[in-house]
């Protein structure tokens, strides 16, 4: 292949050339260069296939808006889908691959569907695919899937690292052109505290791409000027390769640094990407303008560009896309591109400008055809000349060159100052979007505002810099702007599109949406602009329609006989450009996910063989099986070991919240539907919280120290939520009660003893007395363990055995748990999982969760007798609606499988004996379930309509989401020891 | 979007969680009567376009309950008061 590379300039290192492979095939480029300038210097035009019709494309920009030459980069889990060449800087050993083609790039078999280009305009495919409608799922479905989609996902994880981080700053600068670099400047001799961003590798922006000359010298030597001084300024923080991706509310934007992604292997400890948040006080948006392509006929072949494209090839890369050069402009700008590529000693062979004549200076020599349009460009492997169409003529003139540098206008970068919502202005002079004219905390400058003189740009963007920097507290002055080579005012006369053309004209090159496709959509009554771009997906692709929507605007205008402004654009959201998955998720991955909390008893569990499982953020021993036990031989082995003898429960992971005060009784009394006032010191009371709305909230003990001091438990699960509703009860509702309370969940470890053998194992630990005399039945009093830990005892049981629960601080907890092991050995005692005391409660007809399932009141469980007529509490009033007394409602019942080797599964759904299964008929469901050690077989506790009054009757469990049909006998929720015997032994 | 929590500073919205509208009043009444004013308390709710105070309780942080005032459309914060101070 020919050698695209000039002899002279540009900002590559000539010294450090670099070796990659596309398409498996090896090539040479140099330090400083992309993919996309790498592989034009190689002569290598065809990088891509359309998406839809798998045309041959080529690189049509330099930088973030490309939409065609996307590639595989990288191999395995480092494989990025969908890169765009223009912004891969090129490294040593880089791995590319094109897209969607097979089986080849050269030779595509699914440029097929270009033939039948007809059928598949812009909609086809809510007309087809219709019919058999079996075909749908078997046929039409996974040939769609293969076919869709551009670039592949790696299936293997990512081996490399994200991080995710925040920074703070007085002014952000978004874009480091000739605005943005003036602006830090202002902002960061003033003393700001500057951040500027760029997504580009270096900064210095549309500098970088021109040749320009400022001060005397060149545009290059000014960019380095400046950076040397911003760098040494303490105050200035730079970052090149991050894109400022959206604007959020408080003058938060979120920002993509590149941290490796220009190396093969990020080096040890660095991320590839880092997601930043960064919060401003002001922000200059200093992001350029986008250059509009021209819709014209073969307007997507390979070697047809973005005029400015093609200057930064030149003049950054020193590269050229071809020998002979054509440029179709409808602007001014379209001319800077002539005068560059003649300096860089190629041909052009004319410029086409579609005004009637411009008073652009062009070089000598160059043909100047005025009032045409370029209405096809002609070649198959390599453009090899285009037809002009002058005004007034019938016939095309054919002009011979090997490139085309379009230009249809500028579209200023406004995205960021439309994020949250507000719509941008048009304006005519310019035909172009400008941003909303009002947005607090964001000063649009330079392009980005519509300036299209480098003079202009300068000047704006130190008076946006200091004026930035003042609003942000600080005395700044607009600094000196040096002196540039005149340059021309920009004028444009606006061409939609070329209505002459005699071939395909596209306006969306990544969704190969072409021109017909948008009146089309117009003529079947999708005529807004919104409803256009889901109609034929312009707008729509990887690259969201930089290069397309203002176009699509302008030809639906003409199409439906509106104005640009009343048509408008569609809704600009956050991505500014694609965010990986991995910079979203930084380190919160796998395990890593979401925090792990462990009980202070944890190191205990682990040594005794305990089986975890997640209780929420909680790890919670579940069982703790001995060689050969599955879950349901180790729990029911610990069930039948605590209630013949004793074993021990990790109880820590309920919530805990001390509570003190002179008002701490009139408190609770507000706070759960029974009262507490007759709750003496040195004893525990269950209590039941209800929502304001009458429901069941939570359940929990209260244990009264001593005057004025409680200690309250709630469910693991709410805790949480128990803890900020007694936060709001007290800040928000009753504010002037004199109370203080907080969350003791983490200081206290906490282990249940329960079983006959409870008493005699506690007494080998605590000194004080414990006879059924001395500690009754919900006795709650200070204790000693082991001669000098302090502790509390509750004598409180969930399994319905002789149970206490013994609460020692936190740094204790292991300590305490081996040595009741240890005093408990002679009696065999266990430890037990959060299965075997699921079992047990279940077995007492003890509601937990599955029960308090925010749909049921105390009646409905059977603790109506709780809810005092004394007091007022939350959820007094709503409780006692109709609806909530009703007497059909579903009531606590205990269900048991008539056949005993009949598996019960909660969530299963009852039916009247005999009923067909219907809404109609539903009669309740399960809510909990156990295997009982002491009957011998499943049980369960469930909601059933009139429960009460049915005991003894035969009734269906219905599930065919399982598979799974039985008849249960309905019986009262108590399975075990009825009498509570165990309980007070 | 940022909260001032008037103990710890300007703190980013991760940091809290909202329960909602902090302009309805608890009914003082429990009376048979005022079973209306309890049903608009618990269930009745305005969906306001605009400036709307609400609470939200500093969760990550000093676990203030706070009332924000904040437009819901722009998301701009207006106020922010402790919930004692509000009701007072």
Redesign the interface.
Request: glycine share 8%; net charge negative.
């Given at each position: 292949m020919t050698s695209r590379r000039l002899a002279q300039g540009g900002l590559i290192d000539r010294s450090r050339p670099i070796r990659f492979t596309f398409d498996h095939k090896s090539f040479a480029g140099l330090a400083g260069d992309t993919l996309a300038s790498a592989l034009l210097a190689n002569g290598r035009m065809l990088m891509a296939r359309s998406f839809k019709y798998h045309r041959p494309r080529g690189v049509v920009t330099a930088g973030a808006s490309e939409p065609n030459a996307l590639m595989e980069i990288g191999e395995r889990g480092r494989r990025d889908a969908n890169s765009r060449a223009t912004m891969v800087e090129l490294y040593d050993g880089l791995f590319a691959v094109s897209q969607n083609r097979w089986p080849s790039l050269a030779f595509d078999l699914g440029a097929v569907n270009g033939l039948a280009a007809s059928i598949f305009v812009a909609g086809f495919y809510y007309k087809t695919f219709m019919w058999p409608k079996s075909f749908w799922e078997k046929v039409y479905e996974p040939l769609i899937r293969r076919a869709a989609g551009l670039g592949r996902a790696s299936h293997e994880p990512d081996p490399d690292a994200y991080e995710k981080a925040y920074a703070h700053c007085d002014v952000l600068v978004i874009g480091s052109g000739p605005a943005g670099l003036m602006a830090a400047l202002a902002a960061g001799r003033a003393g700001a505290r500057v951040i500027l961003a760029d997504e580009g590798s270096r900064l210095g922006g549309s500098l970088l791409a021109e040749r320009e000359e400022i001060a005397g010298d060149s545009g290059f030597a000014f960019v380095a000027a400046t950076l040397a001084e911003l760098e040494a300024l303490p105050n200035v923080t730079l970052m090149p390769r991050t894109t400022v991706f959206g604007w959020?509310?408080?003058?938060?934007f979120g920002a993509l640094e590149r941290v490796n992604k220009h190396v093969a292997v990020p080096p040890a400890h660095e991320p590839v990407e880092r997601y930043w948040?960064i919060?401003a006080k002001q922000a200059v948006m200093a992001t350029g303008a986008e250059e509009r392509p021209l819709v014209f006929g073969g307007n997507d072949k390979p070697g047809v560009m973005q005029a400015s494209a093609i200057r930064a090839y030149v003049n950054r890369y020193a590269v050229t896309p071809g020998a002979r050069a054509v440029v179709f402009t409808n602007n001014s700008s379209g001319y800077r591109t002539a005068r560059d590529v003649l300096a860089a000693g190629i041909d052009v062979a004319a410029i086409i400008d579609a005004r009637d004549g411009g008073t652009e200076t062009h070089a000598a020599g160059v043909p100047l055809i005025a009032d045409a349009v370029v209405t096809r460009v002609v070649g198959r492997e390599r453009i090899t000349g285009v037809n002009v169409l002058k005004g007034g003529a019938t016939t095309a003139d054919r002009i011979e060159a090997d490139f085309v540098a379009m230009s249809g206008g500028w579209n200023p970068v406004i995205h960021l100052s439309c994020h949250?919502g507000d719509k941008p202005v048009w304006d005519a002079e310019r035909a172009c979007f400008l941003p909303p004219p009002s947005t607090p905390g964001l000063i649009p400058v330079g392009a980005a505002a519509g300036a299209l003189t480098l003079s202009q740009c300068l000047k704006d963007g130190s008076a946006a810099g200091a004026r930035a920097a003042g609003l942000a507290g600080f005395k700044a002055t607009s600094i000196a702007v040096p002196e540039t080579r005149d340059d021309e005012p920009y004028s444009i006369r606006p061409l939609w599109h070329v209505r002459q053309s005699t071939a395909k004209a596209f306006v969306d090159f990544q969704n190969d949406v072409t021109l017909e496709d948008i009146p089309l959509a117009a003529r079947e009554g999708f005529n807004s602009i919104e409803l256009v771009k889901r109609f034929t997906t312009s707008g729509m692709g990887t690259d969201q329609g930089k290069l397309s929507n203002i176009n699509a605007s302008g030809i639906l205008a003409e199409a439906t006989g509106r104005t640009v402004p009343e048509i408008g654009t569609t809704t600009f959201r956050p991505f500014y450009t694609p965010v990986s998955f991995g910079a979203l998720t930084g380190a919160f991955r796998a395990t890593h996910y979401q925090p792990v909390r462990k009980t202070p008893l944890h190191e205990w569990c682990e040594e005794m063989g305990a089986v975890f499982m997640e209780a929420g953020l909680w790890l919670r021993s579940a069982w703790f099986p001995k060689p050969g036990e599955d879950w349901r031989a180790a729990a029911t082995r610990e069930v039948m070991a605590v209630r013949q003898s004793v074993g021990i429960c990790d109880v820590s992971t309920l919530g805990k919240i001390d509570l003190q005060g002179p008002d701490a009784t009139a408190l609770l009394n507000r706070l759960y539907c029974n009262g507490f006032s007759t709750l003496q010191p040195g004893k525990a009371r269950y209590g039941l919280m209800l929502r304001?709305?009458g429901f069941l909230f939570d359940d929990g003990t209260v244990s009264h120290l001593a005057s004025g001091h409680y200690f309250i438990t709630t469910t693991t699960a709410n805790a949480?939520r128990v803890m900020?509703h007694i936060?709001?009860c007290h800040?928000?509702?009753w504010?002037e009660l004199d109370v203080q309370y907080v969350s003791v969940t983490d200081q206290w470890a906490q282990i249940a003893v329960a079983g006959p053998n409870a008493r005699r194992v506690l007494e080998r630990v605590i000194a004080e007395d414990l006879a059924d005399a001395a500690f009754p039945y919900l006795g709650a009093q200070a204790v000693t363990v082991a001669g000098g830990i302090p502790a509390r005892l509750f004598r409180i049981s969930f399994s319905g055995e002789l149970a206490y629960e013994l609460s020692v601080p936190a740094d204790h907890g292991n300590h305490v748990a081996r040595l009741l092991m240890s005093e408990g050995s002679g009696f065999g005692i266990v430890p037990y999982g959060v299965e075997a005391l699921s079992i047990m409660r279940i077995e007492k007809g003890h509601v937990a969760g599955g029960e308090l399932n925010g749909t049921t009141t105390p009646e409905d469980l059977g603790l109506g007798r709780m809810v005092s007529r004394n007091k007022?509490f939350i959820g007094?009033?709503?409780g006692?609606?109709e609806a909530l007394k009703a007497g059909n409602r579903d009531v606590l019942v205990g269900v048991k499988p008539v056949e005993p080797d009949h598996q019960l599964r909660a969530g299963a759904h009852l039916l009247t004996r005999g009923a067909v299964a219907s809404l109609d008929n539903d009669q309740g469901y399960v809510t909990s379930v156990a295997w009982s050690p002491m009957l011998r077989q499943w049980i369960g506790l469930a909601l059933l309509k009139r429960g009460r009054e049915r005991h003894g009757e035969i009734v269906q469990v219905y599930d065919d989401l399982r598979n799974s049909r039985m008849l249960v006998e309905v019986t009262h929720p108590c399975f075990y020891d009825r009498e509570n015997l165990k309980l007070h032994g | 979007m940022l909260i001032d929590c008037p103990y710890c500073g300007e703190r980013l919205s991760e940091e809290f969680t909202i329960l909602g509208d902090a302009t309805k009043q608890r009914p003082a009444g429990s009376g048979a009567s005022d079973i209306d004013a309890w049903y608009d308390y618990v269930f009745i709710r305005d969906n306001p376009k605009g400036r709307h105070r609400e609470y939200w309780q500093h969760t990550g942080g000093c676990r203030a309950w706070l009332v924000v005032e904040r437009d819901t459309l722009t998301h701009q914060v207006y106020a922010v008061t402790p919930a004692r101070d509000a009701s007072a």
């Open positions: 959020f509310d408080g003058n938060v948040r919060i949250k304001e709305d949480g900020s936060e709001f800040q928000a509702l504010p007022d007094r009033m709503m006692e609606r | -």
